[in-house]
C-alpha cells in the first residue's frame, strides 16, 4: 500500500465527507475503535488490571482518544481504571465530531476525566502510574513549538513505564518528513488511519510497531488525490 502525505489525508478525508457521505463523526468513531481494538488484541484479559490513561488534545487526535476510551470500556476493560486528560478546555475543541464526543464522555461515570490547563500533581501521578497511555495530543498538523504544560507531559509519559500507543502518528513527529520537533512521545505501537504517513516510515525509534487502521474511507474518495 503506498504512504501518503498529511495533505493528502486531509484531502481523502474531505472528499469522503463531502464527495460520498461518509462523515468525518464516522471516520472518527472507527479509528477510535481501532485504536481500543489493537489495545484489547495485545493485552486481552489483562486489560481489567491495567491503569489505562488518554492523553489528549483539543483537535482530532483528541477525539480518536475520546471515543478509544469509551470502547475500552465496553470490553474486558470495564473494570480497568480509565481516565482521560483533556489539555485544554472542553470549549477549546476545535472540531464538531471531537466535540461530540467529548460530550458523550462528560456523561460517563466510567471514566475520570481530568482537564490539564497546568500539569497538576493528579496529572503527573495518573501518567507515572500508567500501565498504558494513549497519546492522543498532537496530530498530522503539528506546527510550532510544543509548549508547558504539553512539552512536560511529553517527558513524563516518555519516563512513564507504561505501554505508549499514538494515534495517528507519534505527537511531535512530523508525518511527512519523519523529522522530531524538540520533543516527541516514544510510542511503542503507532495505529495510523486508512494509509501509511511517510514519515511514520523514516523513523522507527519514535513510531514503535505500525499498525493501519481502516476507518470506513471507500476508495472513491482516493480519485485525483493518489
Known amino acids: 500500500m503506498n504512504s501518503i502525505t498529511s495533505d493528502q489525508m486531509y484531502r481523502i478525508e474531505d472528499n469522503s465527507h463531502n464527495l460520498i457521505g461518509m462523515r468525518r463523526v464516522y471516520m472518527?468513531?472507527?479509528?477510535?475503535?481501532?485504536?481500543?481494538?489493537?489495545?484489547?488484541?495485545?493485552?486481552?484479559?489483562?486489560?481489567k488490571d491495567k491503569k489505562i490513561v488518554a492523553v489528549c488534545g483539543t483537535g482530532n487526535n483528541g477525539g480518536d482518544g475520546f471515543v478509544a476510551s469509551r470502547h475500552l470500556t465496553c470490553y474486558y476493560a470495564a473494570a480497568a481504571d480509565i481516565t482521560v486528560i483533556l489539555?485544554?478546555?472542553?470549549?477549546?475543541?476545535?472540531?464538531?465530531?471531537?466535540?461530540?464526543?467529548?460530550?458523550?464522555?462528560?456523561?460517563?461515570?466510567?471514566?475520570?476525566?481530568?482537564?490539564?490547563?497546568?500539569?497538576?500533581e493528579d496529572i503527573k501521578t495518573k501518567i507515572i502510574k500508567a500501565d498504558i497511555i494513549i497519546d492522543g495530543i498532537f496530530g498530522?498538523?503539528?506546527?510550532?513549538e510544543i509548549r508547558y504544560p504539553i512539552s512536560h507531559a511529553v517527558d513524563l509519559i516518555n519516563s512513564s513505564r507504561a505501554y505508549i500507543?499514538?494515534?495517528?502518528?507519534p505527537s511531535g513527529l512530523d508525518p511527512n518528513t519523519g523529522v522530531v520537533h524538540e520533543k516527541c512521545v516514544k510510542a511503542d505501537a503507532t495505529v495510523t488511519f486508512h494509509r501509511m504517513k511517510?514519515?511514520?516510515l523514516k523513523n522507527k525509534k519514535y513510531t514503535g510497531i505500525l499498525r493501519i487502521e481502516c476507518i470506513g474511507i471507500p476508495p472513491e474518495a482516493e480519485r485525483g488525490v493518489i
Do not use: C, Q, Y
Not at 33 to 46: C, E, L, N, P, W
Not at 140 to 144: H, S
Open 87 to 120: 489539555f485544554g478546555l472542553p470549549s477549546s475543541i476545535r472540531s464538531e465530531e471531537a466535540h461530540i464526543n467529548w460530550k458523550i464522555l462528560e456523561k460517563m461515570d466510567s471514566i475520570k476525566i481530568i482537564l490539564g490547563k497546568e500539569l497538576s
Open 165 to 169: 500507543v499514538s494515534v495517528d502518528v
Open 198 to 200: 511517510k514519515g511514520l
Open 140 to 144: 498530522t498538523g503539528i506546527k510550532g
Open 28 to 47: 472518527m468513531e472507527n479509528a477510535g475503535h481501532g485504536i481500543a481494538d489493537f489495545i484489547v488484541s495485545k493485552f486481552k484479559t489483562r486489560l
